[in-house]
Each structure stands twice: as structure tokens, then as C-alpha cells.
Nanobody, 123 residues
Framework: QVQLVESGGDLVQPGGSLRLSCAASGFRLDYWALGWFRQAPGKEREGVSCISSADDSIYYKDSVKGRFTFVRDTAKSAVYLEMNSLEAGDTATYYC????????????????WGQGTPVTVSS
């Protein structure tokens, strides 16, 4: 059974940093596409960063390039999202997701989801 459990969300001041974690079980991380998505109140869920199972290429949403880093640790069966220089616009619930066949960072193409962890960026 595929399971994803996120942690690490918190209240942080603008300019601060957070590291989100996602513990995965029930599948091999290097065989599946993995992604971090976020959803702010009243907005659609959007892809933040995803890694392709085909070639390990990593996609980043334009607004987070240079600030966020996607990390996959196959030995620990975990993925992380390292977030720096956080902005108010990063406030959202962040979700870890996995797919055995996705080749992009579109939420509808991911089949397994965690419960989400909230991130609030505010002074």
C-alpha cells in the first residue's frame, strides 16, 4: 500500500526557511515520479517541484526557482522540499505526491497523496 506522510510545516517570517519532509512507503522512490504541490485557500492545487522517474530531471515552478530545492533520499525512502527566502505568496498547504507514470508536474497525473502540511509565511 502506497503511503505518503508529510511533516515540517510551520509559521515562518518572510525571508525565513523551512524544510518539509515526506516519508514514503509501499513503493520504490526511484521508480516513481514524485512531487511537491501546494494549495492556497480559494486557489487550485499547483505543482511546486517534481522529479521525473524517467530521467531524474527536476521541475520547479518559476516563482520558486533559486529558492526551493527538491531532495530525494532513496535510502531513507523520503523526499524533502528545502524552502528558503520564503514569501507571503508561498503560504499554502503543501502536499507530497507520487505517480508510477507521470512525466510532468500536473496534479491530476499523480495518484498517491499525503495529507498535507500547512506553511504560513507572515510577520
Amino acid at each position: 500500500q502506497v503511503q505518503l506522510v508529510e511533516s515540517g510545516g510551520d509559521l515562518v517570517q518572510p525571508g525565513g526557511s523551512l524544510r518539509l519532509s515526506c516519508a514514503a512507503s509501499g513503493f520504490r522512490l526511484d521508480y516513481w515520479a514524485l512531487g511537491w504541490f501546494r494549495q492556497a485557500p480559494g486557489k487550485e492545487r499547483e505543482g511546486v517541484s517534481c522529479i521525473s522517474s524517467a530521467d531524474d530531471s527536476i521541475y520547479y515552478k518559476d516563482s520558486v526557482k533559486g529558492r526551493f530545492t527538491f531532495v530525494r533520499d532513496t535510502a531513507k525512502s523520503a523526499v524533502y522540499l528545502e524552502m528558503n527566502s520564503l514569501e507571503a505568496g508561498d503560504t499554502a498547504t503543501y502536499y507530497c505526491a507520487a505517480s508510477p507514470w507521470a512525466s510532468d508536474c500536473v496534479a491530476g497525473h499523480f495518484t498517491a497523496w499525503g495529507q498535507g502540511t500547512p506553511v504560513t509565511v507572515s510577520s
